[in-house]
T-cell receptor, first 114, second 112 residues
Framework: DSGVTQTPKHLITATGQRVTLRCSPR?????VYWYQQSLDQGLQFLIQ???????AKGNILERFSAQQFPDLHSELNLSSLELGDSALYFC?????????????FGPGTRLTVL | GQQLNQSPQSMFIQEGEDVSMNCTSS?????WLWYKQEPGEGPVLLIA?????ELTSNGRLTAQFGITRKDSFLNISASIPSDVGIYFC????????????FGEGTQLTVNP
């Protein structure tokens, strides 16, 4: 158990809909990262938050957004869903202090868009 | 998006055999991480490497940070059936806190 929790485990929805994925980092970790894992693209970085502020953006679509709340949990919002958005979505957390760069992953949310 | 070149893509071995896999990149990374993922689960961190040339072990696993900073290697000795899974390398460019760039993964199958 990495200490990172994600809900829900599975999500099935229809095209055009909007969903919210939730992540709680390990206790005390300030950074949250979101990754998408699909068969054709592998594991791809989406976005990073540090202590409530957006820190870096990767291959994140404009239809997707995220935020990190004062209690450090994070939500990834996916809107106007398309079939191609079906994937596993992981969040990872990292302690805010050096020297470790280690990111610990949650169990993921499997999103299926029908 | 950018990915690391990881090989082999898959391996089928007998229990007790040693396994080697590697990851290469055209650019330099400051940190290399190795993860294992099992079906329905998130990647689990196995080993983290922070210095060029560093050799680090975790039980039967040994990983090395290439001296060029553009590659890394993972060895598993005396494989057992529970080693089955997908192994990913991941590189991190900045000194801390930045995104991970992942390899395509090596699917390992161990026959008892």
């Amino acid at each position: 158990d990495s200490g990172v929790t994600q809900t829900p485990k599975h999500l099935i929805t229809a095209t055009g809909q909007r969903v919210t994925l939730r992540c709680s980092p390990r206790s005390g970790d300030l950074s949250v990262y979101w990754y998408q894992q699909s068969l054709d693209q592998g594991l791809q970085f989406l976005i990073q938050y540090y202590n409530g502020e957006e820190r870096a953006k990767g291959n994140i679509l404009e239809r997707f957004s995220a935020q990190q709340f004062p209690d450090l949990h994070s939500e990834l919002n996916l809107s106007s869903l398309e079939l191609g958005d079906s994937a596993l979505y992981f969040c990872a957390s990292r302690a805010g202090t050096r020297p470790t760069n280690e990111q610990f992953f949650g169990p993921g949310t499997r999103l299926t868009v029908l | 998006g950018q990915q690391l070149n990881q090989s082999p893509q898959s391996m089928f071995i007998q229990e007790g055999e040693d396994v080697s896999m590697n990851c290469t990149s055209s650019s330099i990374f400051n940190t290399w991480l190795w993860y294992k993922q099992e079906p329905g689960e998130g990647p689990v961190l196995l080993i983290a490497l922070y210095k060029a040339g560093e050799l680090t072990s975790n039980g039967r696993l040994t990983a090395q940070f290439g001296i060029t900073r553009k590659d890394s290697f993972l060895n598993i000795s005396a494989s057992i059936p529970s080693d089955v899974g997908i192994y990913f390398c991941a590189g991190q460019k900045e000194t801390s806190g930045s995104r991970l760039t992942f390899g395509e993964g090596t699917q390992l199958t161990v026959n008892p």
